[in-house]
């Protein structure tokens, strides 16, 4: 009896040890779901991560804003930030065509600009119409609206990249779906100065 009492003790205590020594249910929950909750990096922190650059950035543009401003008005980077239209949409060897403000505001000084944007194609064709009435070349045209500002008349000076001196321009805007004839102040190398009254694509021609 008393040899029987001695082994089941023994059996016992080995059955003890082996449940001490195993890992706890609890413990190995916790461990799981610790494991689950180690959070990814966000999209942005993936990016810096990997050194990848955002698309704007590969175009040119300091910040996804300036994209997308710059997409409505149909630039790139270069033209954007330089409010100019380097092209127009059907019009062969165009000369870019930039403002760079200090617009007189009936007759005053004032440091206003305008914005210039590329036109469509439908436009730019009726300004090559326009051009081939005069008997002259289209240079470029260009979309172009006034800052909120109360004029009659503004003063414009548009920088024409390639302009000959001497070269005879004459100049179109289109106001409510017709070309109307705008003074020449001005037209010497690289530069037309235009007298203006209010918002509108403005075709830039060449005369004979």
């Given amino acids: 009896m008393k040899r029987f009492m001695a082994l ?15 890992g706890s249910p609890s413990t190995s929950a916790v461990a799981k779901k610790e494991k689950k909750e180690v959070a990814a990096p966000a999209p942005s922190e993936a990016v810096e991560a990997s050194g990848t650059q955002p698309s704007y950035a590969g175009e040119g543009f300091s910040n996804a804003s300036d994209a997308q401003a710059a ?30 403000g200090k617009i007189l505001i009936n007759g005053v000084p004032s440091n206003l600009s305008t914005t210039l944007s590329r036109v469509s194609s439908a436009v730019a064709g009726s300004a090559q119409s326009q051009a081939a009435s005069l008997g002259g070349r289209l240079l470029n045209v260009v979309g172009l609206k006034f800052p909120a500002a109360n004029f009659n008349a503004a003063t414009v000076n ?17 106001v409510n779906g017709q070309w109307i004839e705008v003074d020449v102040v001005e037209s010497r190398a690289d530069h037309v100065i235009l007298l203006l009254k209010g918002s509108g694509p403005v075709a830039f021609i060449a005369l004979p």
Wanted: net charge positive.
């Fill in 8 to 22: 089941l003790t023994a059996s016992l205590l080995a059955a003890s040890m082996t449940v001490s020594a195993a």
């Fill in 71 to 100: 997409a409505q008005r149909g630039l790139s980077a270069g033209e954007y930030y330089n409010n100019a239209v380097t092209s127009a949409p059907g019009v062969p060897n165009a000369l870019p065509v930039g403002q760079g």
């Fill in 158 to 174: 548009f920088y024409v990249k390639g302009l000959a001196d001497g070269t005879s321009i004459a100049a179109r805007q289109y």
